[in-house]
């Protein structure tokens, strides 16, 4: 994703223009005051016309992070501060240009550029809330993982606290924090490991999505609405990771409902594993795996790739 520059508060635009329009000198009253305006015009213009085309344009935004977007700043309320913004940038536009007009018919210098300062500032002062929310949207969107659209992406759900930010540091680089309580795992987290085949390397992507509970789309958090669109729109592969020792604070029947419900909404592959091997193995067919004694894990591992084709 682009680049987004700071956004600065409104005050700050605000002097800055005025600082540099200081600067201009010119033995010409009229076209003194002419340049002053001039500059203040384009220095604003030039920062809120960065502002907005910095974002990402949301026609064009791949589904996941339009969702992330959406689910952490909302993109409407993005939306109609990039507008507003736009409307400044126009206003002072405008009036700059009044007020020049009015300096060339002959008005009196200083007053129009007195006139017209003021009156530019209060256009910003009026976007001020925008520059604020758009500042804090920036850091948000800044924070979002890097993940690689188009990478073969196997993707790890499952109850809270069940050990997925374990296997997670089991089956990549990646350190996630590792806690023992629910919801340790609020947004995305990436990992990636290799494999060679046929004298080729294949990158591989392992995404821990946070914790989701067995609830209707109607119920779903912030966060669980991120583990649902990284499903929807990233995973070529589900690995749902299941702790039966319950240890987690959940029931096993609880996470295998969650499991046939994610089953019956969505038709990709899933890997079902049972994490926690070394507390305690249930009688089901399925991969047994710990993150303690990492027994299973390169089983794991190699089922990931199978299953995605590399
Ligand atoms: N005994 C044992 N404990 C484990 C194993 N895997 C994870 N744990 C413990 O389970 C707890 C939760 O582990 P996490 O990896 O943070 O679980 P998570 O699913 O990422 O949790 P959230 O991000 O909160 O949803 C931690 O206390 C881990 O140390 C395992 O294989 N065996
Ligand atoms: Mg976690």
New binding site residues.
Partial sequence: MARIPKIEPSDELIDRAFKKAKKVDDPNKKKKAIKKIQTVRKTIDSYLNQYVKSFPSFDNLHPLYYELIDVSVGIDGLKKSLGAIDWAREKCDTISGMYIKKIRKGEDCENMVKSAYGRISSIIHRVSKDLEHLEEARKKIRNMPSIEIGLPTAVMV?Y???????LLRRLSQAKPK????????TGLVLGHFSVTRKYTDHKIQVV?A??LLDRPISRRNKVERQAMAAIYHLANLIVF?IDPTQ??GYTTEEQYNLLENIKNEISLPIIVVE?????YRSDRECLKV???SGEGIFELKDEIIKNLGV
């Fill in positions: 499952g809270p606290n069940v050990g997925k930010s374990s590792i806690a023992p309580y629910p919801f340790t795992t821990e946070p914790g990771v240890y987690c994490n926690k091997s070394d507390i710990s993150c303690e």
